[in-house]
């Protein structure tokens, strides 16, 4: 295999597992965070946080979005 076709080929997938901070520990990681430097002043922060039934909604819809197929690579 060439070097070009190696990475052109190259595939990474993250292991995402079920695992998440609690809603306290969440809500302690953004408190935590809101104290850290913001040269740009720009503070203009958006969480959301999506758990559970709608995790697995948001990943099929952005596979459809995407035009993949839902479960591979």
């Known amino acids: 295999m060439e070097l070009r076709e190696a990475i052109r080929n190259r595939v990474s997938t993250a292991a995402i597992t079920d695992e998440s901070p609690s809603d306290a520990q ?5 408190a935590i965070a809101a104290h850290s430097p913001d040269h740009a002043a720009l503070r203009s922060w958006r969480l ?11 990943g099929a819809a952005m596979a459809a979005g995407f035009g993949d197929v839902a479960g591979t690579p």
């Not at 959301?48 to 948001?58: C, E, K, N, P, T």
């Open 48 to 58: 959301v946080s999506i758990r559970g039934d709608d995790r697995a909604r948001l």
């Open 26 to 30: 969440l809500l302690d990681l953004l």
